[in-house]
């Protein structure tokens, strides 16, 4: 924060570095800021800013209600933003005797209602920063699943 430095990035669409050195993300990707002494243009300093692009959401089957059948329903997960840098995530069950979750060879996830009760479902981004639980519950009832746009929590 010295007046007599100026501060340059090597790529604006990624970041941008303000007067005081400030660094603000703007998107996925790589870019170089460099600080430069007024007083010598030969002093030079740089460091790389590597912006991710993490996932903040979920598009999801939600299920409230699971019949108790033990018939498997599929809990199509789609990563918000489409373009995050990783697409991967894991679905988990607080209790699998009463929800039971496995991953399908195609990477997809399903659930069972295994006997009636309460139980979590939590969907959790690969890269650690975003997850999505609520509670549905496994009764003698028709199974009952909505549309979801969840947001996660970080």
Request: hydrophobic share 30%.
């Amino acid at each position: 924060k010295n007046a007599t430095v100026k501060y340059k990035s090597s790529n604006n669409k990624v970041a941008t570095v303000s007067t005081t050195g400030e660094v603000t993300p703007l998107k996925a990707g790589k870019a170089v800021i460099t600080v430069t002494s007024k007083v010598d243009k030969s002093v030079t300093a740089t460091y790389t800013v590597i912006v991710k692009n993490y996932v903040t959401g979920f598009d999801f089957m939600k299920y409230t209600n699971l019949n108790n059948s033990k018939q498997d329903h599929c809990l199509s997960v789609c990563i918000l933003p489409s373009d995050a840098d990783n697409q991967n995530y894991t679905v988990r069950s607080s209790d699998e005797s009463i929800i039971k979750v496995e991953r399908w060879s195609n990477g997809k996830y399903a659930v069972y209602g295994m006997k009636n009760g309460k139980a979590t479902l939590t969907i959790k981004s690969k890269d650690g920063k975003c997850k999505y639980s609520w509670d549905c519950t496994v009764s003698d009832d028709e199974t009952t699943c909505w549309g979801w746009r969840g947001m996660g929590e970080y």
